[in-house]
């Protein structure tokens, strides 16, 4: 989400050491982000999945709630069961609007058995904050700790084999699991989760002190960093949702193509407006399509049926390095059945052939190996 | 930023490169960079006929989608048909390998209208401020 803001924009840390390394900085979310180095996007998306690279994530934000997670209101939170998370893993969930609209998509850790922390959009810090704050039992019980937190995310193949020796037991991490290490000295949360379809782990490390991580990290030739820009295309060839989006206020959950993460046999916030949408019908729908040709979609194209009926828009699109055409998202006309018929996308005037295809675009993913 | 010393350069930042009654097009180290990989190039139609600083072909990186128009006006004479399935040839070589067009220029005077070297270099240190 590249969006123009009336604040001046932040930094993370790692600011200087992005600008010294020739990175072409943009605004994103709020913050001033690296969308690529010098090498270029393509040649990130390569090293991402072949070898490893290292994004800054700093920009994220970290929560932290303490309680049983019925008590404390959490579960009410999020449209995930998360009662039955075991300590030590971490579970995807939204958290919605009373309208049953998307307010954030988000990372449950669980920490100990009442003790939490949830990963949310650098964009939606403070949205999720007043929300959260409403809606626990008692403000006590929450933490913004985003100020004091550093978060590196290292994916790729060879992640793992980069890690082992700095972070001693690392192996042992499975697919959305974490623990705690010991990392450079520091006492620190490592999970193995990421958006990148890769092998892959994002570390947590005090924020004052991340530049030595990054440094140290960089000193492995296997690894470089990535920008914004390879980090948008490994995650749309994943299939992945970005908040801003694919993903907003007004989009249901049972819109976005995000129905396994919403358990209706529980109690949420926001669940009788989505409901009460479901009764009356769904609207739209997200479907996953192909260009026909090296032509990418890019956010808002129009998408036209043959006869040239516009049945909605595109909320992510890019050039697939892997598949070598243009890959997107669209919302659509959820009573349209498009078995067999192409579709196309662009504006009135240009209008480009594509077909629909499965989640993830990309097959050879490392990130269950 | 590398520079061509003999071609021409429009605001847009295309070059023309004119020897006799034909030119060769493409866009420049400048265009290319802050475009950054290019994934897709739509070539003009052989024989077709273009404006001076009408649209004359459209590049798609992994960034943004724009139009790349022409120095000059002329018919179009010949194509790089290689950018079909090597667009970065763009990238690699955005004044040689990486042309788009030849035309058959309709009027040589018209290059008075564009920069040489000299003061396309000018015009992008202007930029970098």
Same mark, same amino acid.
């Given at each position: 989400?590249?969006?123009?803001?009336?604040?001046?924009?932040?930094?993370?840390?790692?600011?200087?050491?992005?600008?010294?390394?020739?990175?072409?900085?943009?605004?994103?979310?709020?913050?001033?982000?690296?969308?690529?180095?010098?090498?270029?996007?393509?040649?990130?998306?390569?090293?991402?999945?072949?070898?490893?690279?290292?994004?800054? /994530?700093?920009?994220?934000?970290?929560?932290?709630?303490?309680?049983?997670?019925?008590?404390?209101?959490?579960?009410?939170?999020? /449209?995930?069961?998360?009662?039955?998370?075991?300590?030590?893993?971490? @579970?995807?969930?939204?958290?919605?609007?009373?309208?049953?609209?998307?307010?954030?998509?988000?990372?449950? #850790? @669980?920490?100990?058995?009442?003790?939490?922390?949830?990963?949310?959009?650098?964009?939606?810090?403070?949205? *999720?904050?007043?929300?959260?704050?409403?809606?626990?039992?008692?403000?006590?019980?929450?933490?913004?700790?985003?100020?004091?937190?550093?978060?590196?995310?290292?994916?790729?193949?060879?992640?793992?084999?980069?890690?082992?020796?700095?972070?001693?037991?690392?192996?042992?991490?499975?697919?959305?699991?974490?623990?705690?290490?010991?990392?450079?000295?520091?006492?620190?949360?490592?999970?193995?989760?990421?958006?990148?379809?890769?092998?892959?782990?994002?570390? #947590?490390?005090?924020?004052?002190?991340?530049?030595?991580?990054?440094?140290?990290?960089?000193?492995?030739?296997?690894?470089?960093?990535?920008?914004?820009?390879?980090?948008?295309?490994?995650?749309?060839?994943?299939?992945?949702?970005?908040?801003?989006?694919?993903?907003?206020?007004?989009?249901?959950?049972?819109?976005?193509?995000?129905?396994?993460?919403?358990?209706?046999?529980? *109690?949420?916030?926001?669940? *009788?407006?989505?409901?009460?949408?479901?009764?009356?019908?769904?609207?739209?729908?997200?479907?996953?399509?192909?260009?026909?040709?090296?032509?990418?979609?890019?956010?808002?194209?129009?998408?036209?049926?043959?006869?040239?009926?516009?049945?909605?828009?595109?909320?992510?699109? /890019?050039?697939?390095?892997?598949?070598?055409?243009?890959?997107?998202?669209?919302?659509?006309?959820?009573?349209?059945?498009?078995?067999?018929?192409?579709?196309?996308?662009? *504006?009135?005037?240009?209008?480009?052939?594509?077909?629909?295809?499965? @989640?993830?675009?990309?097959?050879?993913?490392?990130?269950?190996? | 930023?590398?520079?061509?010393?003999?071609?021409?350069?429009?605001?847009?930042?295309?070059?023309?490169?004119?020897?006799?009654?034909?030119?060769?097009?493409?866009?420049?180290?400048?265009?290319?960079?802050?475009?950054?990989?290019?994934?897709?190039?739509?070539?003009?139609?052989?024989?077709?006929?273009?404006?001076?600083?009408?649209?004359?072909?459209?590049?798609?990186?992994?960034?943004?989608?724009?139009?790349?128009?022409?120095?000059?006006?002329?018919?179009?004479?010949?194509?790089?048909?290689?950018?079909?399935?090597?667009?970065?040839?763009?990238?690699?070589?955005?004044?040689?390998?990486?042309?788009?067009?030849?035309?058959?220029?309709?009027?040589?005077?018209?290059?008075?209208?564009?920069?040489?070297?000299?003061?396309?270099?000018?015009?992008?240190?202007?930029?970098?401020?």
């Amino acid at each position: 989400m590249l969006s123009h803001v009336d604040t001046p924009l932040k930094q993370t840390p790692l600011y200087s050491a992005h600008i010294d390394l020739g990175a072409k900085v943009v605004p994103f979310a709020g913050w001033q982000m690296p969308v690529s180095y010098p090498s270029g996007i393509l040649s990130e998306c390569q090293q991402t999945r072949t070898l490893a690279s290292l994004f800054d /994530t700093c920009h994220m934000g970290e929560f932290l709630v303490e309680g049983d997670c019925f008590q404390s209101g959490l579960d009410a939170l999020v /449209t995930a069961s998360i009662n039955d998370m075991p300590v030590k893993t971490c @579970r995807y969930a939204v958290t919605l609007n009373d309208n049953g609209g998307i307010i954030d998509d988000l990372i449950v #850790y @669980r920490l100990a058995p009442d003790q939490w922390m949830i990963v949310v959009n650098a964009g939606n810090i403070d949205k *999720d904050e007043k929300h959260f704050l409403s809606h626990l039992k008692s403000e006590k019980s929450f933490k913004n700790i985003s100020p004091e937190t550093g978060k590196l995310d290292i994916q790729g193949p060879l992640a793992r084999e980069i890690l082992k020796d700095m972070v001693k037991g690392i192996e042992k991490l499975n697919y959305y699991s974490f623990d705690h290490f010991d990392v450079l000295g520091e006492r620190c949360i490592v999970s193995r989760t990421g958006y990148t379809g890769e092998l892959g782990f994002e570390i #947590y490390f005090p924020r004052h002190k991340i530049n030595i991580l990054w440094e140290r990290l960089l000193e492995n030739k296997n690894i470089k960093p990535a920008g914004l820009g390879a980090r948008d295309i490994l995650r749309v060839e994943m299939g992945y949702s970005l908040y801003g989006q694919d993903l907003d206020d007004a989009i249901l959950p049972l819109e976005a193509g995000l129905d396994k993460f919403v358990d209706l046999s529980k *109690d949420f916030c926001g669940k *009788d407006g989505l409901l009460k949408e479901k009764q009356s019908g769904i609207r739209r729908k997200m479907i996953y399509f192909c260009s026909e040709s090296r032509r990418a979609p890019r956010h808002h194209h129009k998408i036209f049926q043959e006869d040239g009926r516009e049945i909605g828009f595109v909320t992510s699109g /890019t050039f697939s390095p892997f598949l070598q055409k243009g890959i997107g998202f669209a919302l659509i006309d959820r009573a349209i059945d498009l078995k067999g018929q192409p579709i196309f996308f662009g *504006d009135e005037k240009n209008k480009i052939a594509a077909q629909l295809a499965g @989640r993830p675009f990309y097959k050879k993913g490392t990130l269950k190996i | 930023m590398e520079v061509m010393k003999h071609y021409f350069y429009t605001k847009e930042h295309e070059w023309i490169n004119i020897d006799g009654e034909t030119a060769y097009v493409g866009i420049t180290e400048y265009a290319q960079s802050a475009l950054g990989d290019i994934t897709f190039v739509e070539l003009p139609k052989v024989d077709s006929e273009v404006e001076q600083f009408e649209r004359l072909a459209a590049v798609e990186s992994v960034k943004a989608a724009s139009d790349i128009f022409s120095p000059m006006s002329g018919k179009v004479i010949e194509v790089n048909t290689a950018l079909d399935s090597k667009p970065e040839l763009i990238n690699k070589s955005c004044f040689e390998n990486g042309w788009i067009a030849k035309i058959e220029l309709a009027d040589e005077e018209e290059k008075s209208n564009l920069m040489t070297a000299a003061e396309y270099e000018k015009f992008l240190e202007g930029l970098e401020e």
